[in-house]
């Protein structure tokens, strides 16, 4: 995300004017020089992508008062930039999630079924490598983690095991598939990898779509019901986190 984007943006999805427009940029551009008054370390918030932080500016006592004497320009900025939020990791899912799908259905062609939970064993493991799209870092996967996690469950949704909808072209198992329980656009909070097994899960289509795309009462008893499962495994694998860290990563 980057102040050209997010212009564009601007341009194509409201009614503003240039003028508009140009005065809510500079408002980004104002507010993250002065990031470090509301308690963030980051020094533009062209690299936050994470609602909840924007919610704790708006607010913040300091940035009231700056916004009221601004008659409200500020927080109809941050408003905006919310929205352009959303449709930033919007794109970046989508695309990242094809790219996922296609490897992870490579590699259910390979995978042997023989594969079974004493298969694995959960430790910590390094961070792994990722890139930069649009300022944001997009994290490696490795699809052999979630063909493993897959089989492991035995092709079944361990939301509901009688979630069963049609037989998989690519191994002629039920179809399901793999989700990782903290997303993984997260790892910069945690020390150790979330892209391993403890934190895979194996979800039908349906739960799968519901977490992603679901209101989040929706989603909640499907969160404290995994969260329940694997939340020994994760920290045998390094990963410390709470109920309510969890239900914070799914409300944006």
């Not at 020094?43 to 009221?68: G, R």
């Not at 930033?88 to 995978?111: C, M, P, R, T």
């Not at 939970?117 to 649009?134: G, L, M, V, W």
């Not at 699809?143 to 079944?156: Q, R, S």
Request: aromatic residues 12%; contains cysteine; glycine residues 4%.
């Amino acid at each position: 995300m980057d102040k050209s984007n997010f212009t564009k943006w601007l341009n194509a999805n409201t009614t503003l004017s240039s003028y508009s427009i140009g005065r809510y940029a500079g408002a980004i551009d104002t507010l993250s020089i002065e990031l470090g008054s509301y308690g963030i370390t980051e020094t533009s918030l062209y690299n936050i992508n994470n609602i909840a932080v924007i919610d704790s500016i708006i607010k913040d006592a300091k940035f009231q008062e700056k916004n009221n004497k601004g008659n409200r320009m500020y927080s109809a900025a941050l408003n905006h930039f919310k929205s352009y939020i959303k449709y930033a990791d919007d794109q970046e899912f989508k695309s990242e999630l094809i790219k996922e799908k296609v490897e992870f259905e490579g590699y259910l062609e390979q995978v042997k079924t023989e594969t079974v939970k004493s298969d694995i064993t959960d430790r910590a493991q390094e961070k792994p490598k990722h890139k930069k799209i649009n300022m944001q870092k997009v994290w490696e996967r490795n699809p052999k983690y979630a063909g493993e996690a897959v089989v492991a469950a035995n092709y079944l949704c361990e939301v509901d095991s009688e979630h069963k909808y049609f037989v998989s072209k690519f191994n002629h198992q039920n179809y399901v598939e793999a989700h990782h329980l903290i997303p993984m656009k997260y790892q910069d909070q945690f020390n150790y990898s979330l892209d391993v097994h403890a934190n895979i899960v194996s979800i039908c289509l349906v739960c799968h779509k519901k977490l992603h795309y679901g209101l989040f009462k929706d989603k909640r008893h499907i969160l404290e019901m995994l969260f329940n499962s694997r939340v020994e495994r994760l920290e045998n694998s390094g990963i410390f986190v709470s109920m309510d860290e969890l239900y914070s990563f799914y409300m944006n």
